[in-house]
C-alpha cells in the first residue's frame, strides 16, 4: 500500500491522507478515518484485560464495526455477546456497527455515533480512567 502512494500523483496523495494498519477492514478504516477527521482521538485495537481487542476507542466510546464475515456465525455472534457482557460490566461502552450501517446507512450513523459520543462520553472516560488506575 505505502509503495502505491508513494507512486501516486500529489492530489491523490492528499485527498487519501494518512493511512493506518490498524484497521481490520474496510469498514474500521472508513469509520476511523471519519472520525480523525473531525479531529478525535481514535485508538484502534485496544486490548481490554477480560474482553479481549477491540476495534477502535474513541470520545468515551469504544467501537466494535462487524462485517458478516467475521461475525455472522452462531459462535461468533456469541462470542460477541459474551465480550459485551464482560465490557459492560466493566462499565464500559461498546457501540457495535454493522457493515450496513456503515456501508448503507452511513449519514444516518455518523449522526449516531456523534450522539452517543455526546451523550455517553463524558461517563465511558470516567470508567476508562477508573479501569485504567486498578
Known sequence: MQQLLDDAPDAVRSRIGTLSAASDSGSETRVARWLRRRHFQVEQQVFVDGVGLL????????????GREFHDGED???RD????????????????????QV??????????????IDEVGAFGRRKVEQLALR
Do not use: C, K, N
Open 76 to 78: 461468533a455472534f456469541s
Open 81 to 100: 455477546r459474551r465480550r459485551d457482557l464482560r465490557a459492560i460490566r466493566h462499565g464500559l461502552q461498546v457501540l457495535r456497527l454493522s457493515y450496513a
Open 55 to 66: 476495534d477502535a476507542y474513541v470520545g468515551g466510546l469504544f467501537l466494535e464495526i462487524d
Open 103 to 116: 456501508w448503507h446507512d452511513w449519514e444516518r450513523t455518523q449522526q449516531d455515533i456523534l450522539r452517543a
